[in-house]
């Protein structure tokens, strides 16, 4: 007998043509890809995120050198793992990738974390992260 998994790979596996299709609809990336230009007195990040709602989205900074960009997209088939009843849809390929992402970017300076503004527009997350004027480098004297 069959898990519910299986049943469930199987007519997948069909809807999408094959094992590899498989693959890449269910296991490719969700995070975005990003681009990080350094100005003279900031960093901006842009991540490409089409489909995604403001809703859908966290930008968190840490230890004012990590910026991390987080988020979900809802899976338009059953979660399940099964086809229920309630969502008797048929797909004939399932391509684009769903479910949860998480994306760190190390910053190579330090950044104001007090001064982090971000806006989504068209699909493009940019992140805009003013550069920290103190170095934190502190001389040490030798006795």
Do not use: H, W
């Not at 997948?12 to 990080?36: C, E, Y």
């Not at 987080?70 to 969502?87: K, Q, V, Y």
């Not at 527009?121 to 992140?127: D, Q, S, T, Y």
Request: aromatic share 4%; with cysteine; charged share 25%.
């Amino acid at each position: 007998m069959k898990s519910e998994n299986e049943d469930f790979l199987s007519v997948v596996t069909k809807a999408v043509g094959a094992a590899d299709g498989l693959s890449k609809a269910f296991l490719g990336s969700v995070a975005p890809q990003v681009d990080v230009e350094e100005t003279k007195n900031s960093f901006v990040i842009k991540a490409d995120l089409p489909g995604y709602a403001k809703n859908q989205l966290q930008v968190s900074v840490e230890d004012s050198q990590s910026v991390t960009i987080s988020g979900e997209r809802p899976c338009t088939f059953a979660s399940s793992g099964i086809l229920s009843s309630r969502d008797p849809k048929l797909y004939s390929r399932i391509e684009r990738p769903c479910g949860q992402f998480t994306r760190t970017l190390r910053l190579p300076k330090s950044v104001n974390v007090e001064s982090v503004s971000s806006k989504l527009n068209n699909g493009v997350l940019e992140i805009i992260l003013q550069k920290s004027a103190s170095t934190n480098k502190v001389k040490v004297n030798i006795e």
